[in-house]
């Protein structure tokens, strides 16, 4: 049985939808921002960030995309991956990372502006180059979704499709700015909220209507 960790619509989302579709059994742990923000919390995540998937002998993994990696491991007769060693999942991988390492840290850094720069004039500077720089990731986004979807890896869906949609719900510059400019990607985040499995996941965060992000 494993323990989710988990904040709504933040990157624990990606992991609540991943658990559904792979119909595993799992313990969902509902925190608020002050709860991982508390030292404590650092004993189950050292990073004291969100996600972090607690394992049956009692370990715990963070890092969003090293979960993902996991859980279609541990779960290959789910195919919520191509097959392992295969250069589809290869391909797989570089995606992931892709988002993870460049949209996720990017967009952090944005939001957590106050820690690198000071005054208003630098905060705004950042924020613009760093609002450029994520669109241009999601630009190749939409180009793979547009030559060759509906989901990330073609024809199949992945886990791919649920970490891309809960960067989605983030924008920049949110959720309808970056719908309006990406057609494919909202087409993607219209699919994974069509799926009836994620049905009462979704509303559970609040995130069934674009919009929901909580910040
Ligand atoms: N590299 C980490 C980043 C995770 C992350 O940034 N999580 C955010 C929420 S989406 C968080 O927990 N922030 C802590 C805070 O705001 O106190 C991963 O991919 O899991």
Redesign the pocket.
């Known amino acids: 049985m494993y323990k989710l960790y988990n ?1 709504k ?4 989302l990606a992991i609540h939808c991943l658990l559904e579709e792979l119909e595993a059994p799992y313990t969902n742990i509902w925190m608020t ?1 002050e709860q ?2 508390e030292p404590e919390f650092r004993a189950i ?1 050292p ?6 998937l607690g394992l049956a002998d009692g370990r715990t993994l ?6 993902v990696s996991f859980l279609v491991a541990a779960h290959p007769d789910k195919h919520m991956s191509p097959a392992l060693g295969s250069a589809d999942y290869g391909e797989f991988m570089t995606l992931l990372h892709l988002m ?2 460049e949209i ?2 990017f ?2 850094v944005g ?2 502006v106050d820690e690198f720069v000071v005054g208003d004039a630098e905060r705004q500077t950042m924020r613009t180059k760093i609002s450029q720089k994520v669109d241009g990731y999601w630009k190749i986004i939409e180009e793979r979704l547009a030559g060759s979807g509906p989901w990330l890896m073609g024809r199949d869906f992945s886990a791919l499709d649920l970490y891309a949609f809960m960067l989605s719900i ?1 924008g920049p510059p949110n959720e309808q700015g970056l719908h309006d400019k990406y057609p494919a990607i909202a087409k993607l985040a219209a699919a994974v909220r069509a799926r009836p499995k994620l049905k009462a996941v979704l509303e559970s965060h609040g995130v069934m209507e674009p919009g929901g992000y909580l910040g």
């Open positions: 904040v619509t933040w990157g624990s921002r991982v923000r995540s990073i004291g960030m969100i996600p972090a963070y890092e969003s995309a090293a979960i993870s390492t996720y840290a967009g952090n939001i957590l983030w």
